[in-house]
C-alpha cells in the first residue's frame, strides 16, 4: 500500500558528505547496507558479478515465493536515490580489491556464500548431475525471458538430494515444471529435516516423493545419469549431548530412475582471499570473513564485511539485519576518516 499511494520516496540524503563506498554484491546484505549508506550521504557504488541487482533474491529465491518485480520495484527505488550499480564486474578479474579500496573511502563485502557442497560418491560428475543454485537459476532466468538451454524437468525423473529450505525450492520448482516425477532424497528423518516443515507439507501436496532416511551411494549411467543407488540410512541411539548419528543399513539399497539429480546440500563460501589476490584477508576455519563482529570491520584497514560471508548461509532477513548494521559501523569510521583528515 505504502507502495501503490506513492509514500515510499527516494532517498534524499540532508546533505553530501563528500566520501564514497563501494559495496561487493547486489544481494540483500549489499542492497540493505546501500540504501542506509546512502541515507547518511555517501556516495555509494554497487558492484556485482551478475547482470541484475538482488542475487538470490532474484536468481536463487523461486517465483512462486517472491515475484521478481518486487526486486525490481526496489531496484528502481534504490536508483533513484543515486546509488549506481556497476554489472557484469567481477572482483579479481575486472577489478582487483585494491583498485576499489583506492577508488573509495571504504569497502564492504556482501558476496553471500555460492560454493556448492559436494557429495564425493562415485560417478558424480555424469551429466545432469547440477547442484541447486545452477538449477534455480537456469529456472529464473528462464521465468524472467533469458535465453536458457538446459536444466528444465519438462517430463523428466527428477532427484534432489537434500533437506533444507534450498531442496524443497528445487523439488516444487520442477513440480511447476512438470516433471514426470519429483523425489527428495534426505539422509535423517522428518522430525530431523532442517528445512521449514510447511515448506515440506506443501511439496507433497503438489506431489513430490520423500525418501527419509535415504542417502546415495552412486549414480548410474552413460554419459548422462540414468538412476542413483539408494542406500537406507538409520539413527543411531542418542550420545550424551540428544544427538544421534546416521549410519548405513548394510544390504539395503534401491536404484532410483532419474534423468535429473540436483545436489542440494547447503554452500560454502568461496575462497575469497586466493580468488582476489589479498592474502591478508583473514578467513575463518569455516571459509567465512573474519570480522570484528562489534564493528563488522576485516582484517584489511577500511573493509567491511557483512551477510552470508561471515556467518554462512542463512537468511534473507538476516543478511538484511547484518547489511543495516554494518553500514552503520562503516558510517561512523567514515565519520572519523573525515574528522581526522580535516
Same mark, same amino acid.
Given at each position: ?106 569497502? =564492504?563485502? &556482501?558476496?553471500? @556464500?555460492? *560454493? +556448492?557442497?559436494?557429495l ?10 547440477? !547442484?541447486?543454485m ?30 533444507g ?33 510447511r ?37 543411531t541411539?542418542p ?16 536404484? =532410483?530412475? &532419474?534423468?535429473? @539429480?540436483? *545436489? +542440494? ?10 580468488q582476489?589476490?589479498? !592474502?591478508s ?13 562489534k ?39 567514515l ?8
Open positions: 500500500q505504502a507502495f501503490e499511494n506513492g509514500w515510499v520516496k527516494p532517498v534524499q540524503p540532508r546533505g553530501e558528505s563528500g566520501q564514497s563506498v563501494g559495496i561487493i554484491g547486489a544481494g540483500p546484505a549489499g542492497l540493505a547496507a546501500a540504501d542506509m549508506l546512502r541515507r547518511a550521504g555517501h556516495d555509494v557504488h554497487v558492484y556485482d558479478r551478475y547482470d541484475r541487482i538482488g542475487g538470490l533474491l532474484v536468481y536463487g529465491i523461486p517465483n512462486f515465493k517472491l515475484d521478481k518485480s518486487v526486486v525490481a520495484r526496489r531496484e528502481k527505488l534504490l536508483r533513484d536515490s543515486s546509488i549506481q550499480f556497476h554489472l557484469n564486474v567481477e572482483i579479481g578479474k575486472d577489478i582487483t580489491l585494491d583498485e576499489l579500496r583506492a577508488k573509495h573511502d571504504a569497502v =564492504l563485502v &556482501a558476496t553471500g @556464500v555460492y *560454493k +556448492a557442497r559436494e564425493g560418491v562415485p560417478n558424480d560428475t555424469l551429466g545432469n548431475v547440477i !547442484p541447486a545452477e538449477y534455480l537459476t537456469a529456472s529464473n532466468r528462464r521465468n524472467l525471458g533469458d535465453a536458457v538451454t538446459g536444466h528444465d524437468a519438462s517430463g523428466k525423473h527428477v532427484v534432489v538430494i537434500g533437506g529450505d534450498t531442496a524443497m525450492d528445487c523439488v516444487r520448482t520442477a513440480i511447476r515444471q512438470n516433471a514426470a516425477s519429483v523425489t527428495c532424497l534426505y539422509r535423517r528423518d522428518r522430525a530431523n529435516m532442517p528445512g521449514s516443515a515448506e515440506v507439507k506443501n511439496a507433497e501436496e503438489e506431489g513430490v516423493v520423500f525418501e527419509w532416511l535415504s542417502a546415495p551411494r552412486a549414480f548410474n549411467g552413460n554419459g548422462d545419469v540414468a538412476s542413483v543407488l539408494v542406500q537406507r540410512m538409520r539413527l541411539t550420545d550424551a549431548s540428544g544427538r544421534q548419528s546416521v549410519v548405513p543399513i548394510e544390504g539395503e539399497t534401491d536404484t =532410483l530412475k &532419474a534423468d535429473i @539429480v540436483i *545436489k +542440494a546440500l547447503g554452500f560454502d563460501a568461496e575462497d575469497l582471499p586466493s582476489w589476490s589479498a !592474502p584477508l583473514q578467513t575463518t576455519a569455516w571459509g567465512t570473513l573474519a570480522i570484528d563482529p564493528h563488522f570491520h576485516t582484517s584489511l584497514p577500511g573493509v567491511f564485511a557483512a551477510g552470508d560471508i561471515v556467518r554462512g548461509a542463512s537468511l534473507v532477513v538476516w543478511a538484511i539485519k547484518d547489511g543495516r548494521d554494518a553500514a552503520q559501523a562503516m558510517n561512523a569510521y565519520l572519523a576518516k573525515k574528522k581526522d583528515a580535516a
